[in-house]
């Protein structure tokens, strides 16, 4: 299984390609574009597709990191999977509508605000925390130098946290 970090990188990757071709798109239609006189049409779909599924396999990648697949989902993923469904249903919408391109160019990253927001605060967990979770902390490096004077013949008693430590309120 791959680290926490590497889901995240996944993840902010899919959400990269996503948002781009969806700017590319607004832009193309709020320039007064259409279907026709779109010459990478198809290179923008392509992209919106592979970034859509790439961030759903990082983001169910996530949950499987935070534990948070058993047992059925709480309401912040089903709001995560909302916001993906209206992510993959806007490729359609400017170039049909051409009056929403400009109001879609604010409303889209307000889309990918709620999306962060819900990620990182997790609304609606029934009394647990919504503090975010946080990645797990590097080990110092072993050349550095020793911040207190502990005995140096004690165990040590803080180990740095491994991805499996992560738990979901943290």
């Given amino acids: ?25 607004v832009l193309h239609a709020a320039n007064g574009g259409d279907k026709s006189s779109n010459k990478k049409r198809g290179l923008v779909a392509a992209t919106h597709g592979i970034g859509m599924v790439i961030i759903l396999v990082g983001g169910f990648g996530l949950l499987a990191r935070l534990g948070q697949v058993q047992g059925g989902f709480p ?48 609304p609606f967990l029934g009394g647990v925390s919504a503090a975010p979770v946080e990645a797990p902390m590097e080990a110092a490096p072993m050349d550095a130098a020793p911040t207190d004077a502990a005995p140096t013949d004690a165990a040590p008693t803080d180990a740095a946290p491994t991805d499996a430590a992560i738990e979901p309120g943290e």
């Fill in 75 to 122: 309401v912040w993923v089903w709001m995560k999977l909302a916001i993906w469904v209206v992510t993959g249903g806007l490729i359609m919408l400017p170039l049909r509508v051409p009056k929403l391109a400009t109001p879609l160019w604010f409303l889209i990253p307000m889309l990918g605000g709620l999306a962060a927001y819900t990620a990182n605060y997790k």
């Fill in 1 to 25: 299984m791959f680290s926490y970090s590497f889901y995240k990188v996944v993840h902010i990757f899919g959400i990269l390609l996503t948002w781009s071709a969806l700017g590319a798109l």
